[in-house]
């Protein structure tokens, strides 16, 4: 009876022991996995452009590529004609030049799909970073999702009229 109790326990341990070296073989790996993307960053595949024409993949306003902002990109239409911003900040730029613009959207971070601002919930102030600003500014369609996200990384919960007017700030 003691010596079952006993042969168990030394073939668990010599089994931990054998698996303690093991895992070495992977360790290179999981370093090469670490990536330098922006937390704002998306594949192409991923991101949906709604401009036309060659300059398409840009910022209307500050030529930056929306891919690598995609998290943050707005987007509007002025004289029929659709525009696609990296952030808030550049389509406020855009009204403040005087655009008319129509139908602003955002892109949600959670599905990555354009909605209407009007339905966005904005994460301000957060520790994910800016595009544009020194303030983030994230966007969801879910009150839910934009609770999930304040929960984890901060910033408050406002509408987009408030995300404009705290964007219109990096201009004073
Ligand atoms: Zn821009």
Request: glycine letters at 4%.
């Amino acid at each position: 009876m003691f010596k079952l109790v006993i042969i168990p326990l030394s073939l668990s341990l010599a089994l931990l022991t054998g698996c303690s070296t093991s895992p070495k073989k992977a360790a290179p790996h999981k370093i090469k996995k670490v990536t330098h993307q922006r937390f704002q960053s998306v594949s192409k595949e991923q991101a949906i452009l709604v401009q036309k024409g060659k300059e398409r993949e840009y910022c209307h306003v500050c030529g930056m590529k929306l891919v690598k902002f995609y998290k943050t990109n707005h987007a509007a239409k002025e004289d029929g004609v659709q525009h696609q911003y990296c952030s808030i900040h550049c389509l406020a730029k855009d009204i403040k030049e005087g655009a008319q613009l129509e139908n602003p959207q955002v892109v949600d971070v959670n599905s990555l799909k354009f909605i209407p601002v009007t339905e966005a919930y904005y994460v301000v102030g957060s520790k994910k970073p800016a595009t544009m600003s020194r303030v983030s500014k994230y966007a969801f369609k879910s009150l839910d999702d934009a609770k999930a996200f304040q929960s984890k990384y901060g910033g408050k919960i406002v509408d987009f009229y408030s995300a404009w007017q705290i964007a219109k700030k990096d201009f004073k």
